[in-house]
Nanobody, 124 residues
Framework: QVQLVESGGGLVQAGGSLRLSCAVS????????LGWFRKAPGKEREFVAG????????VYADFVKGRFTISEDNAKNTVYLQMNSLKPEDTAVYYC?????????????????WGQGTQVTVSS
């Protein structure tokens, strides 16, 4: 079983920054994918960013390109989401997700494991 624990959420003013962390523990795989999703009140859960651990390739939703960066620390089994130039519309619960093996990164159904989420609130 894989466990994901997010941290780093909080309240920040518009234009500010936050760094989310997702610690991955439990069974490990030779290759897997990690992603960040978010869910705002009244909206569907949506893709934010993803990384293919073995290959290191990263992808982003258009609305965060140039502002958010996903990165990984293999030694710490942790994936990060650096969020800069935050906007009020970035307010949401942010979730970390993981899936074993190769495959896509953009859709919730492509992931097997999910964290509990961390709240990010951006004030105007």
């Amino acid at each position: 079983q894989v466990q994901l624990v997010e941290s780093g959420g909080g309240l920040v003013q518009a234009g500010g920054s936050l760094r989310l962390s997702c610690a991955v523990s439990g069974r490990t795989f030779s290759s897997y994918r990690l992603g960040w999703f978010r869910k705002a009140p009244g909206k569907e859960r949506e893709f934010v960013a993803g990384v293919s651990w073995s290959g290191g390739s990263t992808v982003y939703a258009d609305f965060v390109k140039g502002r958010f960066t996903i990165s990984e620390d293999n030694a710490k089994n942790t994936v990060y989401l650096q969020m800069n130039s935050l906007k009020p519309e970035d307010t949401a619960v942010y979730y970390c997700a993981a899936a074993s093996g190769g495959g896509g990164l953009y859709y919730t159904w492509e992931y097997n494991y999910w964290g509990q989420g961390t709240q990010v609130t951006v004030s105007s």
